[in-house]
Structure formats: structure tokens, C-alpha cells
């Protein structure tokens, strides 16, 4: 991967290789000669309302988009998801689009007024509640009350500790690092990552990443000077690599970049996030300042982004790739498609790449073209949404992927695969679900020339979005166990691959099934289910909700069918609240008790061993904040939920899909005893 910035040097000095347009006539010089409707309006109403207006379920509503500041919808029209669409509009129709859509510059004051007093500013690391999303390297989201401080009985007297407004913002969708009395939080499309104090809120530090936060947050171990690893895989290099048959692994390290160590690096740990431009920043915890900044775009082509959380493990980190192509497949004029999910294993300290393993060969000319004659690519997609996990015994990494988007599919789609930790090669495979080609030109009623026919494809878009959990028995044996958003639970020998059980809850689908995955106790998988209601549906036919297995047999253990909450006004406050009351999120075991976000808004914690539900709390609200920043939740979703001392905290508020929007961290902790 290409390093764009050396150690200490900071981000802001970092070009970003995008630069406003400036339009000959500006927005607001047509609206000063007296034109009673903004020039962007029209623009806006001929190009983008079809989609943002309600004929795409997945495309951000206008409301959502009004929530984005002016260079996060420039860099979305010029290099992000809407790039094939901002290609249409002029430079002038472009700008005045932005101009129409997005929220006025928020002050840096709501940074500067939340500092810390001298008295709180220390940051300790000796004691890690949660060093990575998965709250452990088998990533189980189990944590113990040990670990965060909390225990079941603690749950039904969580009391609201402080709320923090983040402005600007229509969504939260990471975890954070928990270390000590810190929680290193990152911050959605505020563009910072924050230090916050667990007992108050106050911010320590404030790094500006320079574009929205996409990952959750990683610390590494104390790093050794030198952090490369003696062992160098043998492999082909980066360049050589196009050659490459489904899931072969690059094994050969790039050369030395800028960003090599100097002496004052040796002995510390990392903070890791990445960003929606497909960059990877490693922060100084204790100071708030980038050692070095990677761009996978550069090397990894346009489509990529970094999604899952990276892992780190014995000076090494492993960042998953989610590069596709899905967004571009809907314009008919694409040559979809291209893109390919990766993992890139670099050097913890210093950034430099160790291998490579990609799941498919780069895609070709297929020798087809669609029905308007565009020419077709392929194979793509099979993209790694997901954070890895990892198996120490076994030397193995897992990771899932997600559906191909263009054809011929290949078997490395939804997939389960275990890596080999030392150079990526494939030590085994498993297919859950094979032929699934689709891409978003098979949306709405009539599918785009892109969308492949059903003679090629079962057209589900049914991903594996969360990680596969390794988890040990009381009887010492093993299950490695993943979601689906077919609605699938999968267990595997984590040996070879070999399928134990699975369990199926509900229809799955595009915005149904297992989203970002499970978690674990030990005895039990918890299951997050996130189906629609349609229009067509009654409430009987919906199995949205949390569904319990036993890991042993498969056997269900327990499970709460998730019904609409609109009474007493709540369907003022959450628009569809009516049609999206599943559960999305990523949930996880705290001592026993499991805690789980509804896209609704509303927050649950269950007694993992029965189902009974020993809290439950209302987000979709305003709140009034520690730094009086205008706040209300929303939908819970993506990695949004954590815990580590002593407190529970919770993001609420996710714009995408047309759900609920919110700008409000929240910090619970137990309430006096009674």
C-alpha cells in the first residue's frame, strides 16, 4: 500500500489529491440576482430525486443528505459511490447540487469547549478493556465482567451517565478503543477521531482525519523497534500479482516507503482507523498525531474501501478490503465490473505490506456486452466487509466475503475462508451459497442492463457482513460460527471447513438477514435479525428479532420476535417505524447478558441464557449533552455498541438505507442499588 505520510508528520499538511470546483457562476450569485429557487434545486430534482426520493430503498434520503457537509458530497460526486453519477453533471451542476444539499461549515467550538480540565487529561493504556472491535482476537463480542467492568446484575440499573452531540452529522457506526479511563472514538463524518474522558465526556485530544471515520478502531500491543517481521513469505510481488487464479495469496513485501520507523517509534502502541477514502491512519493514543497514513485506493483501484476493523496481532496488522464495484454496476455505460475483496497484512509499526491475498484475479473482458452494448468484466466483487478473525493454534486468519458483481462467479464468494497468518495462502474454503451476482443494477422493478439474468445468477445480494466467531465448548471441542444475510447461521470445523450445523431465521436479503454479524457466550450464538416489513407483510410473517442457538447442536435456544413500537407519538419521531424495527447491529455479550441495538432506536439487553429482558431504553430521542451540541438518536446500527469501564456506550443515529438519523454518543453506567 502506498504511504502517503511519514512518521510524526502530521495529516493536515496531507493533500488529498481533490480540490473544490469552482463553478463560473456560483450558487449564491444566481440567488443574489433574485432567483427565487436555488439553481441546485432543479438540478437535483432531474438527476438525483428518482433515487433519493424513494425509489431506492438503499439510496440516502434527502434528509440524510442534508446532513453532509459540502466536501463530503464533493468527494462522494468525484471519487466515492456516486462518482458514476456526479460524471453526468457538469462542474458548474455539480457545485450547485452541493451547495443545494449541504449543512453550513460547522464551527471547530464544539471541539474547543469540550476540552478536558489539566486534571483529566492523562491517558493510560495498562489496562485495555477493548483493544478491537470483536473484543478479543477470536473476535466472540463476549466480553466478561472482568474485561468491562460490568456485570448482569449492573443491567437493569444502567442509568444514562452524559450524552455527547457530535454536529454535522446523520450517523455513528464504529466501535471505539476503551483503554483505562479513555475511549478513543471514532466519530463518523465529524472527520475526528476523539480521546474522551469514560467519566464525563470531555475530549483529551481530537485528531482530524481529513474524511469521515468508515472502521471501527484497533490497538496494537507495545511495538519493538524494527517491527518488520524477519520472516518474509516467499510470493509473488504486488506487480505480479494480476496473474493470480481465485483466492491465491501475494505473498512478496513491498519495498521500503516513507514512513520507516526512527528510533523515538520503538516501545509504543498504535491507534488504527480507517476512513471513506480508503485510508488507514495509525494515531499516537497518548498524543493524537498520525505516525504515518496508508492509501488504498492508490494501490487497490477506485472501488476499494476499508470497512471492517483492521486486527492486530504479534506486530502485524491485517486490514480487510471491500472493494467491488457494486455502486458503478447500475450505470448501464459501466463496464462492470471490477473490484475484489482483499487482506492486506502489513508491519504493526511502520506500514509496510508483508502479503496480499485477493479473492479472485483481477477482472477482464468477458467477451459479452449488456443489452445497451457496453462491454463486460469480470470476475468482481467478493468483497471483505467484515473485520478478520484470528485463531492462534491454528496459525489461521477467517475471514467471510460477500457476493460476486459480475460474472463468471467464482467460489470464493459468500464464502467463508481460513488464511494462513504467516503469507495468506488458502488453507481451506467454504461456499455457503454459491452464484450470487448482483450489483445495484438489480434494483427496483425493471433490473439494469448490468444486472446478470436469473439463468446466471440467484440475484440475492446475500453477503456475509459480520466476522466468524471462534468459540471453545465446555467439552473442549470447537465451532466456527458466521451470520448471513440470507438469514443463515453457519457452524464449521474450524479444522477444515467441514459444516456442522446451520440454522436459517426469516427470508434474508438485500436489507434483511444477519447484517454485521453475531455474537457468542460460550454456549450459545446470538443471532441479529433485520427483515423488513413490506407492505405486503403482517406482522406474523416477520421474524426480525434476536434468535439464540445452541453451538453444540444448532438446536434453537431462545428467541425474541421484534414487533413495531409506534404508540404515544413515536411515529413522529421514527418515520418508518412501522416497516424497519429488526436488528442490524453487531451485538455483544456483557458477563452473561446480551445487548442489542434495533434499527428503531431502541436498545435492548437480554439474559443471554433465556431471553428475558432485563433493560431496554428508547435513542430515537433528543438529548441534552455535556457539550451543548444539539443532539438526538435514531437508528442503532453497524459497530455502534461497546463497553469497558464500567460503562456501556452506545451511537445512535444511522442514515443509510433510509433509517433513522442521529448525532448522539451515549454513556451508561449502573445506577445505586435500591
Same mark, same amino acid.
Not at 32 to 49: K, L, M, N, R, T
Not at 238 to 260: I, V
Not at 452 to 470: E, H, N, T, Y
Given at each position: ?23 463560473? @457562476? @456560483?450558487? *449564491? ?32 434520503s434527502v434528509a440524510t443528505l442534508r446532513t453532509m457537509t459540502a466536501d463530503t458530497l464533493r468527494f462522494a460526486l468525484t471519487a466515492g459511490l456516486m462518482q458514476a453519477q456526479g460524471q453526468v453533471l457538469s462542474e458548474p451542476q455539480r457545485e450547485a447540487v452541493i451547495d443545494y ?10 471541539? *474547543? ?23 478479543? %482476537? ?21 442509568? %444514562? ?109 498504535l491507534l488504527y482507523v480507517s476512513d471513506e477514502r480508503a485510508r488507514l491512519h495509525a494515531i499516537d493514543p497518548l498524543t493524537g498525531e498520525a505516525l504515518w497514513i496508508i492509501d488504498g485506493a492508490a494501490d487497490e483501484g477506485v472501488h476499494t474501501r476499508l470497512t471492517g476493523a483492521p486486527l492486530y496481532h504479534e506486530q502485524r496488522l491485517y486490514v480487510p478490503v471491500s472493494a467491488s464495484g457494486v455502486q458503478r454496476g447500475a450505470e448501464a455505460t459501466h463496464e462492470c465490473c471490477d473490484g ?18 485477493? @479473492? ?26 467484515? /473485520? ?32 494462513? &497468518? ?20 438489480? @434494483? ?41 444475510? /440470507? ?12 459444516? %456442522? ?34 407492505? /405486503? ?52 455479550? &456483557? ?73 448522539? %454518543? ?9
Open positions: 500500500m502506498t504511504i502517503i505520510t511519514s512518521i510524526h508528520r502530521r495529516l493536515t499538511v496531507v493533500a488529498t489529491g481533490l480540490t473544490a470546483a469552482v463553478a463560473l @457562476t @456560483t450558487s *449564491s450569485q444566481l440567488l443574489a440576482q433574485g432567483s427565487d429557487v436555488h439553481p441546485g434545486e432543479d438540478i437535483f430534482a432531474s438527476y438525483c430525486a428518482t433515487c433519493h426520493e424513494g425509489g431506492d430503498p438503499r439510496a440516502a444539499l449541504a449543512v453550513p461549515p460547522v464551527s471547530g467550538e464544539w471541539l *474547543s469547549e469540550n476540552r478536558c480540565s489539566d486534571a483529566q487529561q492523562a491517558i493510560h493504556l495498562d489496562a485495555v478493556s477493548l483493544g478491537n472491535a470483536g473484543g478479543d %482476537l477470536r473476535f466472540s463480542r463476549n466480553l466478561s465482567a472482568a474485561q468491562s467492568g460490568l456485570s448482569k446484575a449492573d443491567m437493569p440499573r444502567l442509568e %444514562l451517565a452524559w450524552a455527547l452531540g457530535l454536529p454535522g452529522i446523520g450517523g455513528l457506526r464504529s466501535t471505539p478503543v476503551i483503554a483505562g479511563n479513555t475511549v478513543f472514538y471514532p466519530a463518523g463524518a465529524t472527520e475526528q477521531v476523539l480521546a474522551l474522558d469514560t467519566e464525563s465526556g470531555c475530549i483529551k485530544w481530537a485528531y482530524d482525519a481529513g474524511a469521515s471515520l468508515r472502521s471501527s478502531a484497533a490497538l496494537s500491543d507495545v511495538l519493538a523497534t524494527g517491527g518488520q517481521s524477519d520472516e518474509q513469505p516467499d510470493g509473488q510481488s504486488d506487480g505480479q500479482a494480476d496473474g493470480q487464479a481465485d483466492g491465491q495469496a501475494d505473498g512478496q513485501a513491498d519495498g521500503q516507503a516513507d514512513g520507516q520507523a526512527d528510533e523515538k517509534t520503538g516501545g509504543q502502541r475484489r475483496g482483499a487482506v492486506i497484512a502489513l508491519d504493526a509499526l511502520t506500514g509496510e505490506r508483508v502479503w496480499t491475498y485477493y @479473492t479472485m484475479p483481477p477482472a477482464d473482458y468477458t467477451g459479452e456486452v449488456n443489452s445497451v452494448g457496453t462491454r463486460l468484466r469480470g470476475p468482481s466483487g467478493a468483497p471483505i466487509w467484515s /473485520s478478520p478473525s484470528l485463531d492462534e493454534k491454528r496459525g489461521l486468519l477467517y475471514v467471510t466475503t460477500g457476493e460476486n458483481t459480475s460474472l463468471p462467479a467464482t467460489y470464493t464468494s459468500n464464502a467463508i475462508i481460513a488464511l494462513d &497468518i504467516n503469507n495468506g495462502e488458502v488453507r481451506w474454503q467454504f461456499q455457503a451459497i454459491a452464484n450470487d451476482v448482483w450489483n445495484m443494477a438489480c @434494483t427496483g422493478r425493471e433490473y439494469g442492463p448490468n444486472c446478470p439474468s436469473a439463468d446466471d445468477s440467484i440475484i440475492k445480494d446475500w453477503d456475509f457482513g459480520g466476522a466468524a466467531a471462534l468459540v471453545t465448548l465446555a467439552d473442549g471441542s470447537e465451532r466456527l460460527v458466521a451470520g448471513q444475510k /440470507s438469514g443463515h447461521v453457519w457452524a464449521l470445523d474450524p479444522d477444515d471447513g467441514t459444516l %456442522l450445523w446451520q440454522q436459517r431465521v426469516g427470508d434474508g436479503g438485500a436489507l434483511g438477514g444477519n447484517h454485521w454479524g453475531i455474537a457468542v457466550d460460550g454456549e450459545r450464538v446470538f443471532l441479529p435479525i433485520s427483515d423488513p416489513h413490506y407492505a /405486503s407483510m403482517t406482522d406474523d410473517m416477520i421474524d426480525a428479532g434476536v434468535h439464540a442457538f445452541d453451538l453444540g447442536n444448532g438446536e434453537p435456544a431462545w428467541e425474541y420476535r421484534s414487533r413495531p413500537d409506534c404508540a404515544d407519538g413515536r411515529d413522529l419521531r421514527v418515520e418508518t417505524c412501522q416497516e424497519r424495527y429488526g436488528f442490524s447491529a453487531l451485538p455483544l455479550v &456483557i458477563d452473561g447478558a446480551l445487548v442489542a441495538g434495533n434499527i428503531d432506536g431502541r436498545l435492548f439487553i437480554f439474559d443471554g441464557e433465556d431471553g428475558d429482558i432485563l433493560f431496554e431504553f428508547d435513542s430515537s430521542q433528543g438529548f441534552a449533552t455535556v457539550n451543548n451540541v444539539e443532539a438526538r438518536g435514531g437508528s442503532i446500527d453497524a459497530h455502534s455498541i461497546s463497553a469497558g469501564a464500567g460503562m456501556l456506550f452506545v451511537g445512535s443515529g444511522y442514515d443509510r438505507f433510509r433509517q433513522q438519523a442521529g448525532n448522539v %454518543l451515549l454513556a451508561f453506567r449502573p445506577g445505586q442499588p435500591e
